[in-house]
């Protein structure tokens, strides 16, 4: 994309360049609104730089509906890896062309006295009527304030910065965490023969396949995927909830730690910090394994109730048995300082950073509120976020309902400016 600087207002600037920024693009084109994608690095960056290198989706192709382009291969029910979702990214980039700058950070973004926006970058100012944050939710990797007392020799990373086994030096790893990224990482380095050491935190767990079909399948048609996050139990909090842990590697399956176990990885409870050169966990492992099962089973219980209630014919499956149990005497230790552990992975997430926005839109902890990404400063939306208004709205199954849903209150308060 050409880097230069616009020569005229627009009636939109889009700030981020994944799949929320190029959705709303689209959809904008078609209503013929004069609007430019700002992206920081590369249209599409996350999905090239931020995943590792066996990393593939954990929804089914499918699910991939990215407005005006659902997926188009011939493996509907598998799971794109990486190289595959990059292309599906360029496909649509070069299917409808969005105006767009790269390389080019926005630094600021503030609504001056006349109701229009000032967006700072560092290539310059840019205007526009109003402004759409799609950045997502995931912007400073968490590294815990003790990491700088590791031991020197061994080699430290955020889950964002791993890549594949080989980058690793020769070694045992220490694994921090059991969110979707913690646990294929460590499967990963388990599948490459590496002894792999794994915090177990309380990440609920799911089912890959049951009663003859894939649960997201089920999950779809039980339209869960529709269900408002006002609507959820958990309201609201549901966006603070981890993401349950299950993988589309080699065609999909679950991901049983258990199974690990009984296959020599080592596992421990929560990451509790260093005392010395010594890591120390949590005595919650045989809580969290359970607590991970307990979920798994709740939603199997759902997709019976559901099947019974349709009368749908649907193979019988046997319940879950746990395939190991940790030791009464778990270990709640591990010595970082004899040589034998060459690397830690941190898989505890990311904080997010709004702080270059600036409008009286955010609550205490500096998170935007809003309803389905519109806040209540007129002209300012976000999209992408998790749980914006439902389980997909970060994903490539959600992202164009939301996207849609922007592009009528965009319309709608263009047209009154006119």
Known sequence: MPRELPTHHYQVLIVGGGQAGLSLSYLLKQQGLSHLILEKNRLGHAWRSERWDS???VTPNWQCTLPGYPYRGDDPEGFMVKQQIVDYIDGYIAAFAPPALEGVAVTGVRCDADGRYRVSTDAGTYHADQVVIAVGGYHTPILPADAAQIPAGITQLHSSDYLNPQQLPAGEVLVVGTGQSGCQIAEDLHLAGRRVHLCVGDAPRVARRYRGKDVVKWLDEMAYYDLPVEQHPLGVGVREKTNHYVTGRDGGRDIDLRKFALEGMQLYGRYEGLRGDTAHFGDDLQANLDGADAVYRKINASIDQHI???????????PYTP??????NAATSLALGDGKISAVVWCIGFRTDFSWVDAPIFDQRGYPQHVRGVTAQPGLYFLGLPWQ?????GRFSGIARDAAYLIEQITRLAHAAA
């Open 323 to 328: 395939l190991w149990q940790p030791p009464a």
């Open 389 to 393: 208004y439902t389980w997909g709205s």
């Open 308 to 318: 019974a209630q349709q009368g749908i014919a649907a193979p019988p499956q046997a």
């Open 55 to 57: 990393f593939c989706l």
